[in-house]
Nanobody, 129 residues
């Protein structure tokens, strides 16, 4: 059974940083691309980032490009999202999700929420002074 658990959310002041983690179990992380999504109150889910199974060439939403960085450690079954220069508009519940990338490689360049079949429960990020 695929399971994903997010952690690392919290309250931070504008300009601050947080590092989210997504710990997976029940599957070999190396065969999956991992997406990060967020949902702000009253808004639809928004794709934030996608890190491919190869680990290179992550994709980022324009709103977070240059501020957020995704990384993965397959040996530790963990994916991270480093979030710097946080803004109040980054406030949301953040989710990680998995999509199989073997035998057919999943290209993160066109990542779409509908492609991801397994989701974590989410972690709250609040950016406020």
């Amino acid at each position: 059974q695929l399971q994903l658990v997010e952690s690392g959310g919290g309250l931070v002041q504008p300009g601050g940083s947080l590092r989210l983690s997504c710990t997976v179990s029940g599957f070999a992380l190396e065969y999956y691309a991992i997406g990060w999504f967020r949902r702000a109150p009253g808004k639809e889910h928004e794709g934030v980032s996608c890190i491919p199974s190869s680990g290179g060439g992550s994709t980022y939403a324009d709103a977070v490009k240059g501020r957020f960085t995704a990384s993965r450690d397959n040996a530790k079954n963990t994916v991270h999202l480093q979030m710097n220069s946080l803004k109040p508009e980054d406030t949301a519940v953040y989710y990680c999700a998995a999509v199989q990338s073997y035998p057919e490689y999943y290209h993160c360049s066109r990542f779409n929420r509908a492609d991801f079949g397994s989701w974590g429960q989410g972690t709250q990020v609040t950016v406020s002074s």
